[in-house]
């Protein structure tokens, strides 16, 4: 086993051995140790590592001495059933192998470190970027962007996802079943309706530095109706046409047109296939849930009551199907004679 040292967060790399050569590399980054040193982390790693480890070898080589060095080994001895030697060579080919194998871990943070940090130069970067193309006075920080999803108007919802240094923020994501235009689609006023429940308190969570509506002209300027009358005049609001990524400002009729591979536009293209797959999800479930109480209206003895009940419970009509009578039984609310009339309605033959 091999430690790199404090070059950066620490790492351990497992290099198992047989007949001269590494049977088997095995790489762990570590994070939450700054506060500890190498022998404590080196330790720590030991005792988690090997107490779900399949096998154990006979003998083990640190790059440094542990203070419980002979503890572990003891404890080791125990599980495998056998010696197990755990020891700190100083010189010779175990000693080289050792320097090889704190060698690789070190390349191997290195290149993970190099990873991280281009990444973060990327989003950061993307961040920065699209300030710049859009025409902002500063970064967006916080960006929110709104989709609405519905089929033919049925089970309207929308959603709200939120962008945080250039990554999604999913504890500030909303979703929202939609009042104002139920069978009547209408994306219009869909989006006056959702932009108004979000920004109409203004007190409900910190404002964003920049507004992304999921649509051209029409959805923009409707959200805007409502986002200025709410007296927001300092927030940039923007809507992303549905094709092309096309920009639209308030006040210009001309799009910006991100460049074709701009991490502007690797952004902007994320939050929004995040808001339309987080629109999508809800949407799903809500269908999903009122297909299973239409089907679930015709079983003598399940009113709402128990409809809502075996919703929660189960989440899904096949997952009903597949309950056993005990199970539906287990359901707060439910009998075992309705258990039973649930349980024999999905069984029973067509024509039955």
């Not at 047989?18 to 080196?42: K, N, Q, Y």
């Not at 104002?180 to 108004?196: A, H, I, L, N």
Request: include cysteine.
């Amino acid at each position: 086993m091999a430690s790199p040292g404090r070059r950066s967060a620490p790492a351990c790399r497992s290099f198992s051995s047989a007949a001269a050569r590494w049977s088997a590399v095995t790489t762990f980054l570590l994070t939450g140790s700054d506060d500890e040193d190498d022998a404590e982390v080196l330790a720590a790693f030991m005792k988690q590592y090997y107490s779900q480890a399949t096998f154990i070898p006979r003998e083990i080589l640190l790059p440094l001495a542990l203070a419980e060095q002979d503890l572990l080994a003891d404890w080791l001895t125990s599980i495998k059933g056998s010696r197990v030697e755990v020891a700190t060579p100083q010189r010779g080919t175990k000693k080289d192998l050792v320097t090889m194998a704190a060698d690789n871990a070190a390349t191997v943070l290195e290149e993970q470190a190099a990873k991280i940090q281009a990444s973060a130069d990327a989003t950061a970067g993307a961040v920065l970027e699209l300030g710049e193309y859009l025409d902002l006075a500063s970064p967006p920080e916080r960006i929110e962007c709104f989709d609405i999803s519905h089929i033919q108007g049925a089970e309207t919802v929308a959603s709200m996802v939120v962008f945080e240094g250039g990554r999604p923020k999913k504890d500030d994501y909303r979703r929202y079943k939609l009042r104002t235009v139920e069978g009547k689609p209408d994306d219009f006023k869909s989006m006056q309706e959702v932009v108004g429940r979000r920004y109409r308190d203004a007190a409900q969570g910190p404002l964003p530095d920049l507004i992304i509506i999921d649509g051209g002209k029409g959805q923009l300027s409707a959200a805007l109706e409502v986002i200025r009358g709410l007296g927001l005049h300092d927030i940039p609001v923007v809507g992303l046409a549905k094709e092309f990524e096309h920009i639209f400002r308030e006040g210009e009729s001309d799009p910006v047109i991100l460049p074709r591979h701009s991490q502007a536009l690797y952004l902007v293209q994320r939050i929004r296939d995040e808001a339309h797959r987080f629109a999508i999800t809800y949407h799903r479930k809500l269908r999903s849930k009122r297909n299973m109480v239409s089907v679930l209206d015709h079983i003598p003895g399940i009113g709402a009551k128990r409809r809502k009940a075996l919703w929660d419970h189960f989440g899904s009509l096949a997952k009903i199907k597949a309950a056993e009578v005990e199970e539906l039984a287990a359901v707060p609310g439910m009998t075992r004679p309705a258990a039973e009339a649930v349980y024999q309605f999905f069984r029973r033959k067509p024509g039955e």
